[in-house]
C-alpha cells in the first residue's frame, strides 16, 4: 500500500491535537470546536510544527508549556471522583434494601393464614364482615 506522505501525516497530527486539547480561547471547548480566529491561527501553528517535522507528544509539549496544563483538559480530583462512586453505590445498596423489603411485604400479603396485625392491607375475614354489618344496623337505629 502507499504510505502516507508528510503533508498527510502533519495534518492528522493536527486534527488529532484540535480534536483533543482543550481551547485556550474558548473554556469548554477542543481547539477544533472553538469558533474564535487565534484557535484557527493556533491550528494553523501545530500544523506548521508538525510540517517541520516535530512529533505529536513534542507539539503537545510546547502548548502546555504556552498555554499551562489546563489545556489537556480537565482530569478531576480524587475525592471528587470517590465520593461520586461512593454516593452512587449508597444509592444502589438504599434500591435494594427497599426492593427487598417490597418483596417481602408482597410475599407476607399473599400468605394464606397471616395475622391481621401483621398485614394492613389483606381484605376482611367474614367474622369482620359481620361485625362490621352489626356495627352498622346498630348506628342506622340510634
Known amino acids: 500500500m502507499f504510505a502516507p506522505t508528510s503533508d498527510a501525516r502533519a495534518e492528522q497530527v493536527q486534527a488529532e491535537l484540535a480534536n ?15 469558533p474564535s480566529g487565534q484557535a484557527r491561527k493556533l491550528e494553523d501553528h501545530i500544523l506548521a510544527e508538525a510540517k517541520a517535522g ?11 508549556a504556552r498555554f499551562g ?6 482530569a478531576p480530583q480524587p475525592a471528587v471522583m470517590y465520593g461520586a ?11 435494594a434494601a ?9 410475599r ?3 400468605q ?3 395475622p391481621r396485625a401483621a398485614v394492613a392491607t389483606a381484605s376482611p375475614t367474614a367474622a ?7 356495627a352498622i344496623d346498630d348506628a342506622d337505629e340510634f
Open 54 to 64: 516535530k512529533s505529536r507528544a513534542e507539539i503537545e509539549d510546547s502548548l502546555v
Open 20 to 34: 483533543e486539547l482543550m481551547s485556550p480561547y474558548c473554556p469548554g471547548r477542543t481547539i477544533a470546536a472553538c
Open 112 to 114: 394464606p393464614g397471616t
Open 108 to 110: 407476607v400479603v399473599s
Open 98 to 106: 427497599a426492593g427487598r423489603r417490597w418483596l417481602r411485604r408482597s
Open 85 to 95: 462512586a461512593a454516593l452512587g453505590a449508597l444509592g444502589l445498596v438504599m434500591i
Open 69 to 74: 496544563a489546563q489545556i489537556v483538559g480537565y
Open 128 to 134: 369482620e364482615r359481620a361485625r362490621l354489618a352489626d
